[in-house]
């Protein structure tokens, strides 16, 4: 099992910038990975980035754009994810997601999951 807790969400203006963060306690898959979904009301969730438990090879969704950055602090276990140029479109919840194996821009599901977080951009 693992333990997923998010913070750092909040209310931000477009164009800022928040950091999101996910601490993990329990196992640990060397070849998993941890990432993060979002879900807009009345929208499907999508897959937002993921890296290697490792901290290496991170992904991203295409709607990211070189705008978020997630990487890994391996000695407390923690995984971030950066959000600069923040738009009105990146209102959602944040989910932390732990997965046994690897992901890929088009993981639709995860082994665990953290209880969300709102990320709200005010236009």
């Known amino acids: 099992q693992v333990q997923l807790v998010e913070s750092g969400g909040g209310l931000v203006q477009s164009g800022g910038s928040l950091r999101l963060a996910c601490a993990a306690s329990?196992?640990?898959?060397?070849?998993?990975?941890m990432g993060w979904f979002r879900q807009a009301p009345g929208k499907e969730r999508e897959f937002v980035a993921a890296?290697?438990?490792?901290?290496?090879?991170?992904i991203y969704a295409r709607f990211v754009q070189g705008r978020f950055r997630i990487f890994r602090d391996s000695a407390k276990n923690v995984v971030y994810l950066q959000m600069n140029s923040l738009k009105s479109e990146d209102t959602a919840a944040y989910y932390c997601?732990?997965?046994?194996?690897?992901?890929?821009?088009?993981?639709?599901?995860?082994?665990?999951w953290g209880q969300g977080i709102q990320v709200t951009v005010s236009s």
């Open positions: 329990g196992r640990t898959y060397e070849r998993g990975a």
């Open positions: 997601v732990a997965n046994q194996g690897p992901m890929t821009t088009t993981s639709r599901d995860a082994d665990y």
């Open positions: 890296i290697a438990w490792s901290g290496r090879n991170p």
